[in-house]
């Protein structure tokens, strides 16, 4: 009888053991990451360095980081797997995929952008066909302009938030595209403005067209939708050797700690934080 206690206690024990261990292990959230990386060498030179860093950061943070090309996984059954989406370079353009999303986002889902998965320019490409996203759901519209060539700027913190709360006042970016937009977010009641390009970043870019050099104005480059647990961020664009013909990759959009620690926070906010009002 005493050892079957013995026995009964050390089985016990184990299994809270192991309950306790598996409790710790098991992922916070899981995060899909959809792509293109098809035309802009830029935009798929940091698409691959997106997958490697989200890959690391899900390993040391606790969280499952899976990504796929295939747009038409962007349905229900497949989402339902997920806590976080992201559009690393695109956005989808299947009336059905558009559907599915949006039915994601106004039941709970989250979603993180950068860069081009805001860009929309009628007549181009990528026509401004989809108003729920990009006027209400992102806000800003469509593209207006952007710098040239990709620098750094020193970036501002405009409001408090999960995905800002570890960062300096200001800090340095790394190199980017600067996009500027149709519409003044200032305007929108919905939108929180998390990051600004601050004035001592003027004069921004390089040309050599004098409209690709910014000397003032107001340019967010970060932003998230009240109504929605979202993330718009600018970056997302690496500076490529074009001139020289060799197209290598020149910077690294994961070369900025601050920056890193924004992306980072951000999506765990998105993961497992609550939707701000």
């Not at 990009?134 to 302009?145: L, M, P």
């Not at 967010?220 to 074009?242: E, F, L, R």
Request: aromatic share 16%; charged share 20%.
């Amino acid at each position: 009888m005493r050892n079957l206690l013995k026995t009964t206690s050390c089985f016990i024990i184990l299994f809270f053991l192991v309950e306790t261990i598996s409790a710790q292990t098991a992922p916070k959230f899981k995060v899909i990451a959809f792509y293109t990386a098809k035309s802009d060498l830029a935009h798929i030179s940091y698409v691959h360095e997106a997958n490697n860093w989200f890959r690391d950061a899900a390993l040391a943070n606790q969280f499952t980081y899976d990504s796929t090309n295939n747009w038409s996984n962007l349905n229900k059954t497949f989402l339902s797997q997920y806590q976080v989406v992201l559009f690393l370079d695109t956005r989808p353009e299947a009336p059905e995929q558009r559907a599915a999303f949006r039915e994601y986002m106004e039941n709970g889902g989250a979603w993180m952008g950068f860069h081009f998965a805001a860009f929309a320019l009628t007549p181009s490409a990528f026509n401004q066909d989809w108003d729920w996203y990009h006027n209400e759901f992102i806000g800003a519209g469509q593209y207006a302009s952007n710098t040239w060539r990709p620098t750094s700027a020193i970036l501002r913190v405009e409001n408090k938030h999960p995905a800002t709360q570890h960062l300096p006042a200001t800090f340095k970016s790394s190199p980017c595209e600067w996009y500027r937009w149709e519409k003044d977010l200032r305007t929108n009641p919905d939108i929180k403005i998390l990051l600004s390009i601050d004035s001592t970043s003027f004069p921004l870019g390089t040309g050599p067209k004098p409209h690709e050099i910014w000397h003032s104005g107001y340019y967010p480059v970060a932003w998230t939708n009240k109504k929605y647990k979202m993330i718009y961020t600018n970056m997302g664009h690496n500076d490529m050797d074009y001139e020289h013909k060799t197209n290598a990759t020149l910077s690294s959009t994961f070369g900025s700690a601050d920056q890193n620690k924004f992306i980072l926070d951000a999506l765990i906010w998105l993961g497992t934080g609550k939707k701000i009002n």
